[in-house]
């Protein structure tokens, strides 16, 4: 439902305090005003603060004196502690407002939906401000001065661009959002999804029924809410539904994605994401369907990733706009010197963003080969030479470039999924870039120089990036490598939430060179510490009886009056495996007891491992079953 005579967003800027209040007196359908602080875990805060205190007390929501929460509210770890528990929140005019409507809930007096204004807001911890958009902020105000600087001391070259004429650096970013949708209390069996998926029976098929009525709802939606819209499309996974005897969908399960534009500013950028989220699922849900963003919802099919867009252009005194990353000839370069010091960066310290990237189960679940994710630390520039341009979906970072639309060069992280800490993820992607730039820039190295040691081999020296590593693929790396040669080549992808925080201990140096007065330490800590929690949590409460469940469910079919040996043979092997993963005998305990126990002594290393086992297991005892109930009739 949209109506034009609602208010949908308050842009950054276009009003000062009293165009604000007269804006909601024009408009008594809102009646409440909400501070969403965004805290480490990615968690937005919401309450209902009625109407008339933001009239009465303005000004002290924009002084951190208006409302507070503390540390039990949100997730900062060692940081919001219980003798140190209070968190200020503080409202941020530097971007866009949203009105939030309930469609559920009519005002009996104007007849339009009840309306809740939502103000993006810092979190002001005793220690200072420590919420995921102070962090991005304070990032990029500190990436901004140091690379004004450097462009400045060294110039860029295979750019031609006078230094002394850039008015301000642009970080150009923007996300993208891929999501399930199915019909309430309905299940489809995976099966008929892998085969759906490998027939590329629903990529960018038609949408039909109230699938594409709620698609078509929640693309006009965000363009009310200004996020300028791009497209909507089914994604590669999905099943044809199927219609009632009343004509409507059932067993609706289809994959989706919707996009929209980029933004000069990536605190707008994720916080465009985090409303996205809203809208979808509330327009689906009008619809009488359900949404999931989470990365791996279904096993065995494809996943839903946010692919995660980012650029560094310049602002010039006369109001031209450059791209920072584009050479002069781009026919002849893939990339200006200061285009390959941003992806040399990133690419060097990826394994301690990774685990900001994927800091949970579910994200990890994604990143698995054959299923169109990313699993290795590895680029590709679009072809083996500028003029002829290729797009490999099977690296971790691309980059994406058009010689007919030069200002839209950018880079691509394939590894995000929805519920990635945008804010968090676009900070350090921004800090090992600048990492890189300061390294490319100050060596005088030409961009054939630099894409030289960007495509270095395994084993050949290299002044900034590994001699042991290869980072760049223009061929499919699950095609043209084995996983051990991927391994050796581009570093091996973890396989567990404790293995990927691992490389922060692992990788002391390269967190050092990302940490700052505006991204510090004790944050990378925080994170760390919620992170994990969050993972030993989710294994022992959520995964082990979920997997217990399954093992439990895995009966014998066949009789002593009708079988064969075949099914016999079969139901020992799976009886026996249902025994190591959930059994406690005189002999031994089970994995998932022994998982356990790993877990209550905080042994990570032990847990982690065993995790990696039962995974593996499970995936056999389906197979198993599955091949065995279907035989067993």
């Known amino acids: ?73 949100v997730v900062l770890p060692g940081i919001a502690t219980l003798s140190n528990a209070r968190v200020d929140i503080k409202a941020d005019p530097g971007v866009n407002w949203i009105i939030d409507y309930n469609y559920d809930n009519i005002d009996e007096h104007t007849g339009k939906p009840t309306g809740t204004l939502r103000i993006p807001s810092f979190l002001r911890h005793a220690t200072g401000y420590i919420d995921s958009r102070s962090i991005l902020r304070n990032t ?83 363009r009310q809410y200004g996020l300028e819209p791009e497209m909507g499309h089914k994604e590669v996974g999905g099943i044809k539904a199927q219609i009632d005897d009343s004509g409507n969908l059932i067993y609706v399960l289809e994959q989706l994605e919707i996009d929209w534009k980029y933004t000069g500013d990536p605190v707008q950028t994720a916080d465009n994401e985090i409303l996205a989220r809203v809208i979808v699922r509330e327009v689906f849900r009008e619809n009488g369907l359900e949404v999931t963003f989470q990365a791996k919802p279904i096993h ?30 781009m026919k002849k370069d893939f990339l200006s010197s200061l285009g390959y010091g941003a992806i040399m960066g990133i690419l060097k310290h990826y394994e301690v963003i990774n685990p900001f990237v994927s800091s949970t189960n579910d994200a990890l679940n994604r990143l698995k080969p054959g299923f169109e994710a990313p699993v290795c630390i590895v680029t590709a520039l679009g072809g083996e030479t500028p003029d002829v341009q290729t797009r490999n979906r099977s690296v971790l970072i691309g980059l994406i470039r058009n010689t007919k639309k030069p200002a839209a060069t950018r880079f691509e992280l394939r590894a995000p999924n929805a519920f ?75 396989k567990t939430v404790w293995e990927n925080f691992k490389a922060l201990d692992e990788y002391p140096e390269k967190v050092a060179e990302l940490a700052c007065g505006a991204f510090e330490k004790r944050f990378v800590d925080s994170f760390k510490a919620g992170a994990l929690k969050r993972w ?98």
């Open 140 to 222: 990029l105000n500190y990436v901004n001065d140091e690379l004004i600087q450097i462009v400045k001391k060294y110039g860029v070259n295979g750019l031609t661009i006078n230094t002394d004429d850039i008015e301000k650096i642009v970080f150009t970013t923007a996300t993208e959002l891929e999501f399930w949708v199915k019909s309430p209390s309905q299940d489809v069996a995976t099966r008929r999804l892998s085969v759906s998926q490998k027939l590329q029976e629903q990529y960018w098929q038609r949408t039909h029924g109230v699938v594409r009525t709620a698609l078509e709802q929640s693309v006009e939606r965000l």
């Open 300 to 329: 065995g099919v494809a996943g839903s990733g946010e692919h995660t867009h980012f650029g560094i252009g310049a602002i010039m005194k006369n109001g031209k706009f450059v791209n920072l990353y584009n050479p002069d000839d």
């Open 1 to 73: 439902m949209v109506k034009e005579d609602l208010v949908y967003v308050i842009p950054a800027g276009q009003y000062g305090k009293e165009g604000v209040l007269a804006l909601l007196e024009q408009h008594p359908e809102i009646k409440f005003v909400s501070l969403v602080g965004v805290d480490l875990a990615g968690n937005d805060t919401d309450e209902k603060i009625p109407i008339s205190t933001f009239f009465e007390d303005y000004d002290d929501f924009f002084n951190a004196t208006a409302f507070q929460t503390d540390g039990s509210s």
């Open 420 to 494: 990635t800490n945008t804010y968090i993820a676009i900070s350090l992607v921004y800090m090992a870039a600048l990492d890189g730039i300061r390294y490319a820039l100050s060596s005088g190295k030409t961009p054939a120089a630099l894409c030289a040691e960007l495509s270095k081999k395994p084993g050949e020296a290299a002044d900034y990036l590994e001699k042991d590593r290869a980072y760049r693929s223009e061929v499919d790396v699950f095609e043209a490598f084995t996983a051990e040669e991927r391994d050796a080549m581009f570093g091996k992808a973890p």
């Open 536 to 633: 030993a949590l989710e294994l022992q409460y959520r995964i082990i009886p979920e997997n217990l469940h399954t093992v439990i469910e895995c009966k014998p079919l066949h009789t002593e009056a009708d079988t064969n040996p075949l099914e016999v043979e079969r139901w020992t092997v799976i009886n026996s495996l249902r025994t190591e993963l959930g059994r406690d005998t005189e002999k031994s305990l089970s994995i998932f007891t022994k998982i356990k126990k790993a877990l209550a002594t905080e042994d990570y290393d032990t847990a982690s491992d065993l995790m990696i086992v039962m995974n593996e297991k499970m995936d056999v005892l389906n197979d198993l079953y599955y091949e065995y109930s279907h035989n067993a009739f």
